[in-house]
Every structure is written in C-alpha cells, then in structure tokens.
C-alpha cells in the first residue's frame, strides 16, 4: 500500500514537473515573441524617422539661403583701385553688443545702461571725431556680423547655424588685403577672429579666448585689456599696423543679467575708462574705430531683426585729422539717438579700406561713410572707386552683369568730366549712392531665391512619409501591425537598395549639374523606403480595405472627443498660415487645452455608472487641470510682436525662488496622493518620490538660489563682498550632481530596480476570533497592492528621472511650469480612465498640446533670440561636447522629451498585467505613432505656409523660425521617442511585469 501511495507520489511530482516546465516553455515564447515584436516596432520607427529627416533635410537646403561667393581678390594694380592711405595704423576696438543708446546721453535716465559710457559722445563734439549709429543687417549673431564687418557682403539666414562653428573666410576681405601688403595684424579677445582670418593674422600678437561662455563676464576683457596697452607701448609699436581688439563683457552681461542689471553699468563704466586710457597712448597717424557689432534687446539676447537689436554704434576718432561733420538735417530723429545719422554696417569695410590704402574686397556692397573723407574732392575719389568694385563684383555675378551698365556708364563719363570741378562732386557722390542703392536692392533680392525644386522634393517626402504614418497609427488595426512589422522590415531594406541603385544610376547617365550625388541617393532612399512600407499593406490589404477601415473607424470609434481631437490638430495647422496667428500661437495653444478641460469637466458630470467618489474625484481632476493650465499661460516671455499687449512675466526674482524650494515638498507630497489612489506608493516609490525627487528638487532649488545671490544687484550695488570663485564652484557641482543622478544614475538603478509592488498577508477575522487558549491554524490570504497600476506606477518613476534633470537647466519659473506639467499629466491620465478615452486619438493629441504650451511656459519663443544659450554653461566653464549642447536641447525642448516619456503612459496607467503583452505594446506604438503624426502634420503645415509666404516681409522674423523649430521637433522627437520611452522605457517595464504576473 505504501510503495502504491509512493509510486502515486512520484507520477504526480513528475507530472507537476512537466506542466511546470510547459509553462516555462510557453512563457519564454511569449517572452521571445514580445521580444521580436518589440524589436520590429522599434525598426519601422527608425525607417520612419530616417524618412522624415530627409525630407526635412531636403526643405531647409532649398529654404535656408546660401551664397555663392565670388572667388576673386581685389588688387591696387588693377583698375588703379587704390588711394595713398589717410593713416599708417588703426585700431580696431569691437565692444560686442554695444547698442547705440548705450553710447549715447539718455536725459532723465535711471537705467543702468545709459549714461554709463560718455567719452564717445564727449569727443564726437569735436571736429576730430564722429559717432554714427551702426545699423547692423540681420542675422544679428556675431559671426555673421564680423563677416559684413571684414566683407562688407551681406549673411543669408542659414549662416546664423554656423555662429558655432566659426569657419575661415574664403571670400576676399580688408583683413586678407592687409596680409597681401605685408602688414601685421594684432588680434585679442573674441577667439571668432582667430577662427575666421587665422591665416592672416601674426600668431605672435594674437591672444584668442574662449568667446561663448556667456556668464563669464570678465575672463575675455581682462584678457585684452592685459596685452592691449604693452602693444600700445612705443618700443612695440612697430610690431603691428593694425591692432584689433574684441571685447565681449557687455554682451555677455546682457546674455546672463539683461541690460537692466547693475553688472552692465559695471562693464560699461569699465570699457568708458579703458577707452580713455587707450586714446591717451595713440599716435598722431593712428586711427581709432569703436564699434558695436549689434545691439541686444529688453531681455540681452540678441539674433533676430528688431531695432534694439539692429542699432549699433560706431565711432572714429584720430588726434590730428578731421572729419567731415554732416548737417543735422541728414540725421535721423528718434526716441533713442536723435541727432545722430546712421550708416550701414558694411560701410565700414570700404572706408576702412580707402583709408588705409587697401583695395576695397571684391565681394564689397556697401559704401564709404562721408564723414572720414575731409573735403567733397576726396569723397569723390573714394565714391569713384568703390563704384568701380561694384560694378567689377556685378559684371562677375551671374543675373546682374547685364544690368545698371547705363548707370555705372554715365557715371564715368561724368566722373571723366567733371571730376575735377568743385561744384559737381557733390552730384557725383549723390549718383554714386544711387548706383550702390540699387545694386544692394538688387543683391537682396538675388540671394533671396529659394530653390524651389528641394522644397519640392522636400514637402512631397514627408507628406508621403506623413501617409503611411497616418495608416500605420490609426487605419491598419494594431494586432495586424504586430504580426507585419518584419514585412515591412523587409520590404524596406530590398526596395531601399533598389532605390539607391536607381538614384545612383540616373546621376551616372544624366550627371545634373544642379543635383549632387549625395542628394541623388537621399532621394533614392527615401523613395525605396517608402514604397518599402506600402508593398507589404498593398499585398495584403487593398485601398478599399484601407478605405473601409477608416470609414469604420469614423462611423464606430468617432465621437465628441475624436472630434475635438481633429479640431485642434486642424486649428493648430492653420495658425501658420498668418503672421499674426503665429505670434500669438502660445495664447492659442492655452485656449485649445482649457477648452478641452471644460469638455472633460463635463464630460464627468454627465457620465452615467460612475460612483459617487469616482464622479467628484474626476470633477476635481477637471478642474485642477483647468486651473494649472490658466496659471501656466500667465508665464510669458513675450516676443518683439506681442509689445505692447503682452506684458512679460518669465523672469527671475526672490518669489520665483521662494516657489522653487516650495515646490521641492509639494510635487513629491502631490505625486504621492496620486499614486496612493491606485495603491501603488510602495517598494520603489517611495524611495523615488519621498526621497530621491525630494533631494534632487532641493538640489536644484539651492543652485537657482546660489545663482541669484550671484547676479542680485543688492550685493553689488552695496559692495557687500560675496566669493564669486566659491560659488561658482558650488553651483557646478550641484548642476553636474543633479544631471548625473538624473541621467545615469537614476536611470540605471530604475532599470534593475523592482516594481512599485508589495505583498500583503491577511488573516480572516473570523478565524481570528477564537478562544483563547485553542491552538489552530489560521489560513492567510496574500494581497498584491499596486497591482491595478503595475504598469503605471513603474513606468512614471523613468518619467521624473528625466523630468528632475531638464528642470535642472530651466530657469525657476520654467521649472514650476514643469512642475504643473506633470500634474496635469497625471490628472488627465485620470481623467482619460474615468472617461474611457486612452483609446481615443485625443489623448496623445491632448499630450501634443501640453508640449508646445510649456514650451512658451518656460521662456522659450520660436525666435532665435528666444534660445537660452547661456544654460549651456551650466555644468562647464567652456564649450564641452556633448555637455554643453546637451544642456541647451534639454532647456530647449524638455517640455516635449517629458510628454514623449509620458506618452506610453496613456495605456499603462491604471491598468492590471496583460496576459497578451504584445496587445498592450500595440496600443502603445498607437499612440506614439499618433504623436508623431500630430508632430508631423503641423510641421508640414508650418513648412507648407513657409514656403507659400517665402516673399513675405515677415518671412525671417517669423515664418523662417517657426518652420526650423518644426523642423528640429520633427528630428529630435522621433529619435528620442525611439531611444528613451520606447526602446528603454516600454520594453523594460512591459517585459519585467510579463516575466513577473505573465501566464
């Protein structure tokens, strides 16, 4: 009987044994099979990203203006284009971003940038000095503006992109002509010099410094004023002829304080008594140029086209030379600077030229400022000399060698005439202006040709790439996609080589001139890659399927909420297609988020089958939604348009500080409340949230702190001593600590940690109400808490990692934007499971809208003087790969990585572990590829209307930015997406939970 019960025992173990071992075997199937599902997406998603960039790639080259640059170099023996030179030296002093008022008295004035700089205005009430306002053409970056400067040729817009990355000139300048005649060149300061003439320049008088360091007043400065006045000494005199000094203290103070702060009467105080001391040790037959190379506006930023950006100042003075002072009748009369006329910018580079005996550069358009020529004979020589060059640089240049011939004619004929007749020079100056007027016009308009076919081409990749997007999201059901994402795989990589065989093979037999290779084989690509992804939906779908289906989709699955979904992505397109809807697009942006709080506000209080409770909590989710996203538009940095109905708010005081350390407790205590409705405020979260968020928000807070005591005026305006050196050393510590734990650190410990889970033992009170001194045992029962939000609870700690670290590198108002930004998150999750929409395509369209409204929210314009360059100095003293551009992408655009990282959480919030993992995976990828679309679909629409108004007045100041802030958007989230929610984020969460709870 017992070897019976024994043998029994046995089969019965082995047999448990087996069905154990067929449920490992099952579960790592699924496991493998989730694996390669998650693999497929992951790839599509690439392709489709590599589709997308191309097109956009293809756009800016065709919109984006580039240059033709004439190789010729002027020379004296040609033409005889040279005068005997006026002075045997100059100096050059450039006082970056020294906007004309600053120059200038400003009556009745309390600001710290007027009446702070005087000497100029002093000496230009002498006949041996002039001070003009120095009109700069936009973009105002300042290599660009050093390029007008030495060039006297004017930037296209996509020459601002390189203001990084400083390349040599390699068009013919007045630098390059004083080589040519063997003269030494002495350069300090702005290493931008170095960058563009170091062929030219005597590397034992050139001291660069690093010129991007926007919070480092002092460094570059001190650097010039420590080598300026032993090369001014006499026994070194003659190692140089011209001296040419770049001093960056004003700009930068704009860029960290604004113009309003007492360290810009510092700076400005400190170039007036510089400049003093540098007059005192010059030579009779040295010239002096002080010049600005733009100006700045309200905030200290600069780059665009506005007036405070584009008035800058220029003044020359010489101890024994007179200058020709016009009548005030020719000066201009305004608010700032009356009185005082205004010369172009590259004017510069003719007179400089004359009056050093130099050839005017080839590529030159502008014009000899009148002032420096002491009488009107010798205005008439320098007049007839640069119109010699321009028309030189005209016969050269392609669609404007057969035009104005008749002017430039009769004006040699005249100047042959009559150049020696007192009475007529005035005249022949006058006609000169004229001919140099008209081939400016002329130039502009030349260089404002858009290659229309790259636009073309460009527009067409991404709306087909935006058709399969369309059709991969919404049409084709999710479950299909799963099971055909290696087709496609597939399918893409044969009909890419093909395509790039093809395109290979066209550019060998047609060899277009206007058509390089490279752009031959991106077409090829992006070609075979999407015919790639339609063959395998061709194959088993058919249009009319496809057509069916998304009939379907509106008949069965549109309602009220789709609908207004639609309406806002439509709303949103068409904003771009007017100047004013664009300005005001922030303002917008609210209205469409508050309006679809009031839909779910009442969309709760309508809802039949909902509990009481459940029906207040939604009501209060509603509303606190409502109110974040009021007090989030009020957080305003108002662009140029905007003024003066837009008052700005985005700025940082004491009370922006005070909310900081506030927020360290209220985000962690308010996320807790959030997790504690689902249960899930166990095993890592609390560690993340009550400890890790709390500490890293204090960290950051305390940086924001240090930072104010170091820019507060109180402490410089009361000589109160604060060691600078200390607490710069301290804030990089925190920022470097802070995006350390944020980006690696934390991220690898989430990576291997457990899920915000625990296990619950409980006794039946029943069995428990025995009597006493009975022994019996009582049966437990395990409860899991968390369980409802296992996906959820897990998944939002990889959110905050992200989010912790991009409030880092935002200023303190933009981090309690982003602090509303993810309440409002969790609150419309809520409200997306109350309302049963997680399906719907207006919840990530909802997560689109957040995006753009806390990109506003946190001091950010689609304008380039709206970018925060100096956060990128945050975590180093100097430009450092990646980090300091790394620091600029996450304050540029973490108001949209922190939605994407969000976006997963559409389908994993509230819901229990999925015995189908792959379905759950499949709603995901729905609604990223949804954000994507909504991303792409306005993209193309601000891309589409960029072109349409090319001709537009507004179409750099507005159109231009916008359609490059969709353009770097519709890159960087795709391959974010890719990267961090989806390959790191999703798979980790979706497969630990299968491995744990799957079946």
């Given at each position: 009987?017992?070897?019976?019960?024994?043998?029994?025992?046995?089969?019965?173990?082995?047999i448990?044994?087996?069905q154990?071992?067929?449920?490992?075997?099952?579960?790592?199937?699924?496991?493998?099979?989730?694996?390669?599902?998650?693999?497929?997406?992951?790839?599509?998603?690439?392709?489709?990203?590599?589709?997308?960039?191309?097109?956009?790639?293809?756009?800016?080259?065709?919109?984006?203006l580039?240059?033709?640059?004439?190789?010729?170099?002027?020379?004296?023996?040609?033409?005889?284009?040279?005068?005997?030179?006026?002075?045997d030296?100059?100096?050059?002093?450039?006082?970056?971003?020294?906007?004309?008022?600053?120059?200038?008295?400003?009556?009745?004035s309390?600001?710290?940038?007027?009446?702070?700089?005087?000497?100029?205005?002093?000496?230009?009430?002498?006949?041996?000095a002039?001070?003009?306002?120095?009109?700069?053409?936009?973009?105002?970056?300042?290599?660009?503006?050093?390029?007008?400067?030495?060039?006297?040729?004017?930037?296209?817009?996509?020459?601002?992109?390189?203001?990084?990355?400083?390349?040599?000139?390699?068009?013919?300048?007045?630098?390059?002509?004083?080589?040519?005649?063997?003269?030494?060149?002495?350069?300090?300061?702005?290493?931008?010099?170095?960058?563009?003439?170091?062929?030219?320049?005597?590397?034992?008088?050139?001291?660069?410094?690093?010129?991007?360091?926007?919070?480092?007043?002092?460094?570059?400065?001190?650097?010039?004023?420590?080598?300026?006045?032993?090369?001014?000494?006499k026994?070194?005199?003659?190692?140089?002829?011209?001296?040419?000094?770049?001093?960056?203290?004003?700009?930068?103070?704009?860029?960290?304080?604004?113009?309003?702060?007492?360290?810009?009467?510092?700076?400005?105080?400190?170039?007036?008594?510089?400049?003093?001391?540098?007059?005192?040790?010059?030579?009779?037959?040295?010239?002096?140029?002080?010049?600005?190379?733009h100006?700045?506006?309200?905030?200290?930023?600069?780059?665009?086209?506005?007036?405070?950006?584009?008035?800058?100042?220029?003044?020359?003075?010489?101890?024994?030379?007179?200058?020709?002072?016009?009548?005030?009748?020719?000066?201009?009369?305004?608010?700032?600077?009356?009185?005082?006329?205004?010369?172009?910018?590259?004017?510069?580079?003719?007179t400089?030229?004359?009056?050093?005996?130099?050839?005017?550069?080839?590529?030159?358009?502008?014009?000899?400022?009148?002032?420096?020529?002491?009488?009107?004979?010798?205005?008439?020589?320098?007049?007839?000399?640069?119109?010699?060059?321009?028309?030189?640089?005209?016969?050269?240049?392609?669609?404007?060698?057969?035009?104005?011939?008749?002017?430039?004619?009769?004006?040699?004929?005249?100047?042959?005439?009559?150049?020696?007749?007192?009475?007529?020079?005035?005249?022949?100056?006058?006609?000169?202006?004229?001919?140099?007027?008209?081939?400016?016009?002329?130039?502009?308009?030349?260089?404002?040709?858009?290659?229309?076919k790259?636009?073309?081409?460009?527009?067409?990749?991404?709306?087909?790439?935006?058709?399969?997007?369309?059709?991969?999201?919404?049409s084709?059901p999710?479950?299909?996609?799963?099971?055909?994402?290696?087709?496609?795989?597939?399918?893409?990589?044969?009909?890419?080589?093909?395509?790039?065989?093809?395109?290979?093979?066209?550019?060998?037999?047609?060899?277009?001139?206007?058509?390089?290779?490279?752009?031959?084989?991106?077409?090829?690509?992006?070609?075979?890659i999407i015919?790639?992804?339609?063959?395998?939906?061709?194959?088993?779908?058919?249009?009319?399927?496809?057509?069916?289906?998304?009939?379907?989709?509106?008949?069965?699955?549109?309602?009220?909420?789709?609908?207004?979904?639609?309406?806002?992505?439509?709303?949103?397109?068409?904003?771009?297609?007017?100047?004013?809807?664009?300005?005001?697009?922030?303002?917008?942006?609210?209205?469409?988020?508050?309006?679809?709080?009031f839909?779910?506000?009442?969309g709760?209080?309508?809802?039949?089958?909902?509990?009481?409770e459940?029906?207040?909590?939604?009501?209060?989710?509603?509303?606190?939604?409502i109110?974040?996203?009021?007090?989030?538009?009020?957080?305003?940095?108002?662009?140029?348009?905007?003024?003066?109905?837009?008052?700005?708010?985005?700025?940082?005081?004491?009370?922006?500080?005070?909310?900081?350390?506030?927020?360290?407790?209220?985000?962690?205590?308010?996320?807790?409340?959030?997790?504690?409705?689902?249960?899930?405020?166990?095993?890592?979260a609390?560690?993340?949230?009550?400890?890790?968020?709390?500490?890293?928000?204090?960290?950051?807070?305390?940086?924001?702190?240090?930072?104010?005591?170091?820019?507060?005026?109180?402490?410089?305006?009361?000589?109160?001593?604060?060691?600078?050196?200390?607490?710069?050393?301290?804030?990089?510590?925190?920022?470097?600590?802070?995006?350390?734990?944020?980006?690696?650190?934390?991220?690898?410990s989430?990576?291997?940690?457990?899920?915000?889970?625990?296990?619950?033992?409980?006794?039946?009170?029943?069995?428990i109400?025995?009597?006493?001194?009975?022994e019996?045992?009582?049966?437990?029962?395990?409860?899991?808490?968390?369980?409802?939000?296992?996906?959820?609870?897990?998944?939002?700690?990889l959110?905050?990692?992200?989010?912790?670290?991009?409030?880092?590198?935002?200023?303190?108002?933009?981090?309690?934007?982003?602090?509303?930004?993810?309440?409002?998150?969790?609150?419309?999750?809520?409200?997306?499971?109350?309302?049963?929409?997680?399906?719907?395509?207006?919840?990530?369209?909802?997560?689109?809208?957040?995006?753009?409204?806390?990109?506003?929210?946190?001091?950010?314009?689609?304008?380039?003087?709206?970018?925060?360059?100096?956060?990128?100095?945050?975590?180093?003293?100097?430009?450092?790969?990646?980090?300091?551009?790394?620091?600029?992408?996450?304050?540029?655009?973490?108001?949209?990585?922190?939605?994407c990282l969000?976006?997963?959480?559409?389908?994993?919030?509230?819901?229990?572990?999925?015995?189908?993992?792959?379905?759950?995976?499949?709603?995901?990828?729905?609604?990223i590829?949804?954000?994507?679309?909504?991303?792409?679909?306005?993209?193309?629409?601000?891309?589409?209307?960029?072109?349409?108004?090319?001709?537009?007045?507004?179409v750099?100041?507005?159109?231009?930015?916008?359609?490059?802030?969709?353009?770097?958007?519709?890159?960087?989230?795709?391959?974010?997406?890719?990267?961090?929610?989806l390959?790191?984020?999703?798979?980790?969460?979706?497969?630990q939970?299968?491995r744990?709870?799957g079946?």
């Amino acid at each position: 009987m017992e070897a019976d019960q024994f043998e029994t025992s046995a089969i019965t173990r082995r047999i448990a044994k087996q069905q154990q071992m067929q449920q490992q075997a099952r579960t790592k199937v699924k496991q493998q099979k989730l694996r390669l599902t998650f693999m497929g997406y992951v790839i599509v998603l690439i392709f489709l990203a590599i589709v997308q960039i191309i097109g956009v790639a293809f756009f800016s080259m065709g919109f984006l203006l580039t240059r033709n640059v004439l190789p010729d170099i002027a020379d004296c023996n040609i033409n005889d284009s040279c005068i005997p030179p006026k002075f045997d030296k100059a100096v050059l002093l450039v006082i970056d971003a020294l906007r004309f008022d600053f120059a200038i008295p400003i009556e009745g004035s309390n600001e710290y940038y007027h009446n702070n700089f005087p000497i100029l205005n002093q000496l230009a009430q002498k006949d041996n000095a002039v001070l003009l306002k120095f009109m700069a053409d936009p973009p105002t970056t300042t290599l660009q503006r050093l390029k007008g400067l030495t060039t006297g040729s004017l930037p296209t817009f996509i020459d601002a992109g390189s203001n990084f990355d400083g390349d040599h000139i390699d068009e013919d300048n007045w630098v390059l002509q004083l080589h040519k005649q063997n003269k030494s060149i002495a350069c300090l300061g702005d290493d931008t010099w170095q960058a563009l003439f170091s062929n030219y320049i005597n590397p034992d008088l050139s001291f660069p410094f690093d010129s991007l360091n926007v919070w480092d007043l002092h460094t570059v400065d001190n650097g010039v004023i420590k080598h300026i006045f032993p090369l001014l000494d006499k026994s070194q005199r003659n190692q140089w002829d011209v001296l040419i000094g770049h001093f960056l203290g004003v700009d930068h103070a704009g860029h960290r304080y604004g113009p309003t702060h007492y360290a810009m009467k510092e700076k400005l105080n400190q170039m007036n008594e510089l400049l003093i001391k540098i007059i005192a040790e010059l030579e009779d037959n040295t010239l002096l140029i002080v010049m600005g190379d733009h100006g700045m506006d309200h905030t200290g930023n600069h780059g665009g086209d506005s007036l405070d950006e584009l008035e800058s100042t220029l003044f020359m003075y010489s101890k024994n030379k007179k200058f020709n002072k016009k009548d005030k009748s020719h000066y201009d009369i305004s608010d700032k600077g009356k009185n005082y006329r205004w010369v172009n910018q590259i004017d510069i580079v003719p007179t400089i030229s004359l009056l050093l005996g130099l050839p005017i550069p080839f590529n030159n358009l502008g014009y000899p400022i009148d002032e420096v020529f002491s009488n009107d004979l010798e205005l008439a020589q320098a007049a007839h000399k640069s119109v010699q060059q321009l028309h030189s640089f005209r016969i050269k240049t392609p669609d404007l060698s057969s035009k104005l011939n008749e002017d430039y004619l009769s004006f040699i004929q005249n100047y042959t005439d009559h150049g020696k007749d007192k009475t007529r020079h005035q005249d022949l100056v006058e006609q000169a202006k004229r001919y140099q007027f008209t081939s400016l016009e002329e130039c502009k308009s030349l260089w404002a040709t858009f290659d229309m076919k790259l636009i073309y081409i460009g527009l067409t990749i991404l709306f087909l790439s935006l058709t399969f997007l369309l059709t991969y999201a919404r049409s084709i059901p999710s479950v299909r996609v799963s099971t055909m994402s290696f087709e496609f795989i597939g399918s893409v990589i044969a009909m890419c080589l093909l395509g790039l065989v093809i395109s290979l093979s066209i550019y060998i037999v047609l060899k277009p001139v206007d058509f390089s290779l490279n752009k031959c084989l991106a077409t090829g690509a992006a070609a075979g890659i999407i015919i790639g992804f339609w063959a395998p939906v061709m194959d088993r779908f058919s249009l009319n399927w496809l057509w069916h289906q998304t009939i379907d989709f509106f008949l069965y699955n549109f309602n009220s909420y789709s609908f207004a979904g639609l309406l806002f992505v439509f709303s949103h397109c068409v904003i771009f297609a007017s100047n004013s809807f664009v300005v005001w697009e922030d303002k917008m942006i609210s209205f469409f988020l508050i309006s679809f709080g009031f839909c779910c506000l009442y969309g709760v209080s309508i809802k039949t089958g909902l509990p009481k409770e459940q029906k207040i909590l939604g009501l209060m989710h509603a509303l606190t939604f409502i109110l974040l996203t009021r007090l989030t538009s009020m957080i305003d940095l108002c662009r140029e348009e905007q003024r003066p109905y837009c008052v700005p708010t985005f700025i940082s005081s004491w009370w922006s500080i005070l909310l900081l350390h506030g927020s360290t407790y209220i985000l962690p205590a308010m996320i807790m409340s959030f997790y504690n409705l689902s249960g899930s405020y166990h095993s890592a979260a609390p560690l993340w949230i009550g400890t890790g968020l709390k500490f890293l928000m204090f960290m950051n807070a305390a940086h924001w702190s240090i930072e104010y005591i170091q820019n507060s005026d109180y402490f410089n305006a009361n000589n109160i001593y604060i060691s600078t050196a200390l607490l710069k050393s301290l804030n990089l510590a925190i920022a470097r600590i802070v995006l350390f734990v944020g980006l690696i650190l934390a991220n690898y410990s989430w990576s291997k940690g457990p899920l915000c889970v625990k296990l619950e033992f409980s006794q039946n009170e029943a069995d428990i109400n025995t009597e006493e001194n009975e022994e019996v045992d009582v049966p437990k029962t395990a409860n899991i808490l968390g369980y409802g939000n296992v996906y959820g609870s897990s998944y939002f700690l990889l959110l905050l990692n992200f989010a912790v670290a991009i409030m880092l590198v935002t200023k303190p108002l933009g981090a309690i934007s982003l602090n509303m930004l993810i309440i409002q998150i969790l609150s419309l999750l809520e409200l997306y499971d109350l309302l049963n929409i997680r399906k719907n395509l207006v919840a990530p369209i909802i997560f689109g809208l957040l995006a753009y409204q806390h990109f506003f929210s946190t001091g950010h314009q689609a304008t380039l003087a709206a970018i925060q360059w100096e956060i990128g100095f945050m975590t180093t003293e100097t430009i450092v790969f990646p980090f300091t551009h790394l620091n600029i992408i996450l304050n540029t655009f973490g108001s949209f990585f922190i939605v994407c990282l969000a976006i997963p959480l559409i389908t994993l919030w509230k819901i229990v572990p999925s015995n189908k993992p792959i379905t759950v995976l499949s709603q995901i990828i729905t609604n990223i590829t949804t954000l994507l679309t909504y991303i792409a679909i306005t993209g193309l629409s601000s891309l589409i209307f960029a072109a349409h108004f090319r001709r537009h007045l507004m179409v750099w100041k507005i159109f231009a930015p916008r359609f490059m802030l969709s353009g770097l958007l519709i890159i960087l989230l795709n391959i974010f997406i890719i990267i961090v929610p989806l390959a790191f984020g999703t798979g980790k969460v979706v497969t630990q939970v299968n491995r744990i709870f799957g079946k």
